[in-house]
């Protein structure tokens, strides 16, 4: 648009009395329904055949124009933590387990349903909580989410029996499973797009840092002899380990108070003057300027998803019917392709995941407790060390029950999280120029092939050596999945198109815990195969989604 500033007589400034401002003169021919022109300017300035305006912007020019600086590092470090607490969460119930098991008497199938519960509980809140953050907004959701999220674990520290700790491990999940595909979606649509896909990256390495933490933590807690005890309550190591693990929800949940509403839903809600206020925050954080000098004026969308009335999301019938549209709406083309690309793909990748990362610190005291009664001296193949330790050793009777645990097995577990770190860096380093697609492919097929070596493995060495690399592998692929289906889904149906996802990757999860759990001590090594041909076979899919990096998002 070209305002005529030559004199009073020109028809774009003689208003209210010869004198407006540009400002106005925008809002009133957009009211006049002459948006066209600006929609066709912005495809020229995408095509690099016009020059970027500062006065009208859309999503992506609006969120360059506030540079990138202090504001996005905070913004990692807080949606990072979300990420962190949630890893925490639910790892922590494989450090759990080997320390549990007399306590809460648990077996071999009753351990993995103990890991399983918290991903059916994640799978019922993540539909729910993504649905709602696409119709109340990322941040509300997140500050509910995280405080009950907190909530749930204390009190499952508390429960003396089986039963009650597997009801507030589900509650826990459910809280849970909104974290998710909601902070992906709200993270993700802060970041210009030659930044999103390193950003991300980054985003997904504080997985790896909760990873840390849970080891270090249990090393550290899980081993000593503290706590509570009397005949009727026990309050030991690894329930104030679980309690500890509390901890970053709470600190998050307090530092999103603090943070302002996502500018690309708020844009997507038709409310351009909020969306113009958090540009302007993110400007003067970034710069140090005033908040006015924000050179922007005015926001408009490329989009037909903008026909909200803000005034209607109170109303409780009204966001039921906009969650059921937005459901319906990831399941029409063009967008169902996509839908199911990465249900399947999500489905496959974590039923890998945590079919195996989560039995790791059991393996490992499997092959602890082998040694021992070997002297140290005897080598093994993880089948036969599984068949000792279920026919004579601690599992083949309730009585034999023991929960002492080296603290070798602790390193061992340390070692394995932390050699995610270098593939986390690859990935952080390397997303936005090899892109999604080369990560998740070079990601699976490794660990796939990992996954076949730990049935032929014959020692604890062995065995550390390719838990590590197959850490390693999956850490990079597990954020290239995470980056890929975040920009697949249009804005208005982000969330929900993660939650639907992230159901799956749930899904995956209980399927990954219990398949293990029940083939490890009867049909091994079956289990190890199963994962290695999902694992290739859910990376190799991800070749038909379309290239996202370095591209806007829609």
Not at 150 to 178: D, E, H, K, P, W
Not at 228 to 245: G, H, K
Request: net charge neutral.
């Amino acid at each position: 648009m070209v305002v005529d500033h030559s004199g009073s007589n020109s028809p774009d400034t003689k208003f209210n009395n010869g004198r407006v401002k540009n400002q106005e003169t925008i809002d009133l021919k957009i009211k006049s329904g002459t948006l066209d022109r600006y929609e066709k300017k912005l495809d020229a300035v995408e095509n690099g055949s016009f020059p970027p305006t500062k006065e009208v912007a859309d999503f992506e020019q609006a969120i360059e124009l506030t540079g990138y600086g202090k504001f996005h590092y905070l913004l990692l470090v807080v949606c990072g933590f979300v990420s962190t607490s949630e890893e925490m969460d639910v790892i922590c119930m494989s450090f759990i387990l080997p320390s549990a098991q007399c306590d809460l008497k648990l077996n071999t199938s009753s351990k993995g349903w103990l890991n399983s519960i918290i991903f059916i509980g994640m799978m019922a809140g993540a539909y729910i909580w993504g649905s709602l953050a696409d119709a109340l907004g990322r941040r509300k959701v997140l500050i509910v989410i995280s405080f009950m999220n907190a909530l749930c674990i204390v009190a499952s520290t508390f429960a003396q029996s089986y039963g009650v700790f597997m009801f507030f491990r589900f509650l826990n999940g459910a809280a849970l499973g909104g974290s998710g595909p909601v902070i992906w979606s709200y993270f993700a649509e802060f970041q210009p797009k030659n930044k999103r896909g390193s950003m991300l990256s980054s985003m997904a390495a504080f997985w790896t840092l909760g990873n840390l933490f849970v080891a270090s933590l249990a090393w550290i807690i899980i081993p000593q002899d503290i706590g509570y005890r009397s005949p009727t309550f026990l309050y030991n190591s690894w329930r104030i380990f679980l309690a500890i693990c509390s901890i970053p929800s709470v600190l998050v949940a307090v530092f999103l108070f603090f943070l302002p509403e996502s500018p690309k839903f708020l844009l997507t809600r038709n409310d351009h003057k909020k969306a113009l206020e958090v540009f302007k925050q993110i400007y003067a954080t970034n710069t140090g300027n005033d908040p006015e000098m924000y050179p922007v004026k005015s926001l408009v969308t490329k989009s037909n998803a903008i026909e909200h009335d803000t005034k209607k999301t109170t109303s409780f019938k009204s966001m039921t019917e906009e969650v059921a549209h937005n459901t319906k709406m990831i399941f029409m083309p063009p967008i169902l392709k996509y839908t199911w690309i990465s249900i399947v793909i999500n489905l496959s990748f974590h039923i890998g995941y945590y079919g195996l990362m989560m039995w790791f610190p059991e393996l490992f005291n499997r092959f602890d407790e082998y040694a021992r009664a070997h002297n140290g001296s005897e080598q093994a193949l993880v089948c036969e060390v599984t068949e000792f330790v279920v026919k004579t050793g601690s599992h083949s009777h309730v009585d034999l029950c023991s929960d002492k645990i080296e603290s070798g097995v602790f390193l061992e577990s340390f070692i394995t999280v932390a050699a995610a770190i270098p593939s986390n860096i690859f990935a952080v380093l390397g997303m936005d120029t090899l892109g999604r697609k080369f990560f998740l492919v070079f990601s699976t097929m490794a660990s796939g092939i990992c996954a076949v070596g730990l049935s032929l493995i014959t020692s604890k060495r062995q065995n550390l050596i390719v838990s590590a690399i197959f850490s390693s592998a999956i850490s990079c692929g597990n954020a290239a999945l995470d980056c890929l289906i975040t920009e697949i889904f249009p804005t208005n149906l982000r969330a929900t198109g993660m939650a639907i996802s992230m159901v799956a990757a749930r899904l995956g999860g209980i399927i990954g815990n219990i398949v293990i759990a029940a083939l490890l001590d009867l049909y091994c090594p079956l289990p190890t195969y199963i994962v290695a041909v999902l694992l290739i076979g859910g990376g190799l899919l991800c070749l038909l989604l379309p290239n996202t990096t370095r591209e806007p998002l829609t």
